[in-house]
């Protein structure tokens, strides 16, 4: 008996166990996974190794002529006049954003956008100021453009693809950055007669003026990417997928 009690214990008490863990999990609910949000949809690359070439292309031609151009820019600009071409060149942007919250169906922000520049481009003395930090209302309101409208029509990212010299993009923020880039005034001056080229011409100035003082911001965002990366390549990749879903949520 004694035996038979030593060997059939055990068994009784495992049995036990899990019949009370199986009630347990049968009564309590199952705990829903928090969603991530920063968690990625599978990454459609096709064109990989095509954008590896062109990734590191891109890589030599910021080590070796952006990066010398923005420090020099840095070292000889002082901050208030680097902060003033900034805000000059953001609004000038003012087409753009307030085109995609047209097209996005988004008034408010549209309405917002014009209230911004009508502020800064007098009281900000052409937008060299930035006043509409300073009104409550219009602070950081979430930046509009052809692809972020394109993304509220439900038009996926598409394949991810890397432009020469622009660096990491997708098929459908391609197709914005070609709307954005004929709504900023910048370009505007280079679509006048586009033939007549002279030595006094200076309508490539200001499209060079502006790549010029937003480079050191771009390159710091670049280099953001890259920090204990493994492969420079994907988290470039990854960092820009994940940046635009965020921005199209906004």
Not at 3 to 12: D, H, K, V
Not at 59 to 85: K, M
Request: neutral net charge; charged residues 20%.
């Amino acid at each position: 008996m004694k035996l038979l009690l030593r060997f059939a214990l055990p068994w009784a008490l495992l049995l036990a166990l899990c019949a009370t863990t199986a009630a347990a999990q049968a009564v309590a609910p199952p705990v829903a996974a928090e969603p991530d949000e920063f968690a990625l949809p599978p990454v459609s690359d096709p064109f990989e190794p095509v954008n590896r070439a062109l990734f590191t292309f891109n890589d030599r031609f910021y080590a070796f002529v952006l990066r010398p151009v923005a420090h020099g820019y840095v070292r000889a600009t002082p901050p208030p006049v680097q902060h003033g071409l900034a805000n000059f060149f953001d609004n000038l942007r003012f087409p753009v954003r307030f085109a995609g919250d047209v097209l996005a169906g988004r008034p408010n922000r549209a309405v917002k956008e014009a209230e911004k520049f009508l502020i800064n481009s007098t009281a900000g003395f052409v937008g060299l100021v930035k006043v509409s930090d300073s009104v409550p209302a219009l602070q950081d309101v979430p930046p509009g453009g052809i692809g972020t409208a394109l993304a509220t029509w439900g038009i996926g990212p598409g394949p991810y693809i890397v432009l020469p010299l622009l660096g990491a993009s997708d098929t459908r923020d391609t197709v914005g950055l070609a709307g954005d880039a004929y709504l900023m005034p910048t370009t505007w001056l280079t679509r006048v007669h586009p033939n007549n080229y002279g030595p006094s011409d200076l309508k490539e100035l200001p499209p060079v003026i502006d790549v010029i003082q937003n480079s050191p911001e771009l390159l710091k965002t670049y280099d953001d990417f890259l920090k204990s990366a493994v492969d420079p390549y994907l988290a470039v990749r990854d960092g820009y997928l994940q940046f635009r879903a965020a921005a199209v949520k906004k």
